[in-house]
């Protein structure tokens, strides 16, 4: 069993991983690279870094992790569960077990859509592998936010009967047969049981279920029972949260949305987690 598992690449899941590294613990780091931080044009109060763009900053944190030899896996943690004092994580097809966590989230680009945490494992799935050939031959949803997870929308089109395929980006090149793509933003997800339609501003179409492909889920669906206050993570000074075993660092747990605070927060909360794996 892992020591613990960090979930989020920005500056607070870099941080977090170069200090359990350097304290000895054994751990896994999901996600991707921080998009936030290669946009970012001008950074100028970041600790030695007096004037640094956001692709300079996103390459010497690369570097850096990689010089110690840590790896971070880019696919997306789905679940999060709480069983018998440790925690399982879902990742696709596999599961991951760790004594402790680290939430490095980051703000949530959008929020969940009407219905998607109701309906979820009623219909409403964020893992195409996991759950895909439970629709095969039906009428499925989805909802891909970004260019990246276009493999798995056309995974899933090659499974189902029909698959209403909505792109959340421009640019999109998803190539199926069945696929029929939906250039309209969805408001809600409904049903009895389970998910039975998707509804749009103006019309609505009946499915069996529905796909969300994010690059994170939002802190509160990930795992039942964290609590979240103003759309951020609850957390104390130690970065813990009110679930023992789980801390959060970075801009989940509030403002100011600064990279400094996120790294400084991300050292914290991996201090943290050895106090806690030492009681």
Same mark, same amino acid.
């Given at each position: 069993?892992?020591? +613990?598992?960090?979930?989020?690449?920005?500056?607070?899941?870099?941080?977090?991983?170069i200090? !359990?590294? @350097?304290?000895?613990?054994?751990?896994?780091?999901?996600?991707?690279?921080?998009?936030? #931080?290669?946009?970012?044009?001008?950074?100028?109060?970041?600790?030695?870094?007096?004037?640094?763009?956001?692709?300079?900053?996103?390459?010497?944190?690369?570097?850096?992790? *990689?010089?110690?030899?840590?790896?971070?896996?880019?696919?997306?943690?789905?679940?999060?569960?709480?069983?018998?004092?440790?925690?399982? @994580? !879902?990742?696709?097809?596999?599961?991951?077990?760790?004594?402790?966590?680290?939430?490095?989230l980051? #703000?949530?680009?959008?929020?969940?859509?009407?219905?998607?945490? *109701?309906?979820?494992?009623?219909?409403?799935s964020? +893992?195409?592998?996991?759950?895909?050939?439970?629709?095969?031959?039906?009428?499925?949803?989805?909802?891909?936010?970004?260019?990246?997870?276009?493999?798995?929308?056309?995974?899933?089109?090659?499974?189902?009967?029909?698959?209403?395929?909505?792109?959340?980006?421009?640019?999109? *090149?998803?190539?199926?047969?069945?696929?029929?793509?939906?250039?309209k933003?969805?408001?809600?997800? =409904?049903?009895?049981?389970? #998910?039975?339609?998707?509804?749009?501003?103006?019309e609505? #179409?009946?499915?069996?279920?529905?796909?969300?492909?994010?690059?994170?889920?939002?802190? =509160?669906?990930? @795992?039942?029972?964290?609590?979240?206050?103003?759309?951020?993570?609850?957390?104390?000074?130690?970065?813990?949260?009110?679930?023992?075993?789980?801390?959060?660092?970075?801009?989940?747990?509030?403002?100011?949305?600064?990279?400094?605070?996120?790294?400084?927060?991300?050292?914290?909360?991996?201090?943290?987690?050895?106090?806690?794996?030492?009681?």
């Amino acid at each position: 069993m892992l020591d +613990c598992v960090i979930i989020g690449g920005g500056p607070a899941g870099v941080s977090s991983a170069i200090n !359990l590294k @350097l304290l000895g613990k054994s751990f896994l780091w999901f996600s991707g690279p921080s998009k936030k #931080v290669e946009r970012a044009e001008l950074i100028k109060n970041y600790p030695a870094f007096p004037q640094v763009t956001g692709k300079e900053l996103s390459k010497a944190f690369k570097k850096h992790v *990689e010089s110690m030899d840590i790896e971070m896996r880019g696919e997306v943690v789905t679940g999060v569960y709480e069983t018998d004092g440790h925690f399982t @994580l !879902l990742v696709k097809d596999e599961s991951f077990e760790a004594k402790t966590v680290i939430l490095c989230l980051g #703000v949530e680009a959008s929020k969940p859509i009407g219905g998607e945490e *109701e309906f979820l494992g009623r219909g409403v799935s964020y +893992c195409a592998t996991c759950d895909g050939f439970l629709y095969k031959g039906k009428k499925i949803a989805v909802l891909c936010t970004d260019k990246q997870f276009e493999h798995e929308a056309e995974f899933l089109a090659g499974i189902a009967e029909t698959a209403y395929v909505i792109p959340l980006y421009k640019g999109y *090149e998803i190539k199926a047969p069945n696929a029929r793509i939906i250039l309209k933003k969805p408001v809600s997800v =409904s049903g009895d049981t389970r #998910v039975r339609s998707l509804s749009f501003k103006d019309e609505s #179409v009946e499915i069996d279920g529905m796909f969300i492909l994010r690059g994170s889920v939002s802190p =509160s669906t990930l @795992l039942r029972g964290l609590k979240v206050e103003g759309g951020h993570i609850a957390v104390n000074r130690d970065c813990s949260t009110n679930i023992a075993g789980v801390f959060s660092a970075g801009d989940c747990t509030g403002r100011p949305y600064q990279y400094a605070k996120a790294v400084g927060e991300g050292n914290i909360a991996a201090h943290s987690v050895v106090e806690y794996l030492t009681r």
